[in-house]
């Protein structure tokens, strides 16, 4: 069982940064793909992005890809999502998540999941 605690969210202009950190508790996070997913209001959930087990394997949507950083530290069962030169389109409640069989990229293959962390950016 893993729990997962995001944090970091808030209220940015267009243009600046945000990283959030999601928290794990459990001592099998070190063997879980992680992904950061992302739901806008009326809209359904999106994957963002993906980092395997070691951090050896990243992965990143078309369109967050050369601003959105994902990172992890097993020794702090933490993963990170920077986010750069955020735009008013990345609006949105992120998510992450954890994925203990597969290295993937789809929200249903995703076995634990966070309460969510609101990120707003104003124009």
């Known amino acids: 069982q893993v729990r997962l605690v995001e944090s970091g969210g808030g209220l940015v202009q267009a243009g600046g940064s945000l990283r959030l950190s999601c928290a794990a508790s459990g001592r099998t996070f070190s063997r879980y793909t992680m992904g950061w997913f992302r739901q806008a209001p009326g809209k359904e959930r999106e994957f963002v992005a993906v980092?395997?087990?070691?951090?050896?394997?990243?992965g990143y949507a078309d369109s967050v890809k050369g601003r959105f950083t994902i990172s992890r530290d097993n020794a702090k069962n933490t993963v990170y999502l920077q986010m750069n030169s955020l735009k008013p389109e990345d609006t949105a409640v992120y998510y992450c998540?954890?994925?203990?069989?597969?290295?993937?990229?789809?929200?249903?293959?995703?076995?634990?999941w966070g309460q969510g962390t609101q990120v707003t950016v104003s124009s």
């Open positions: 998540a954890g994925d203990s069989s597969r290295y993937s990229r789809s929200p249903r293959s995703y076995d634990y």
């Open positions: 980092i395997s087990w070691n951090g050896g394997e990243v």
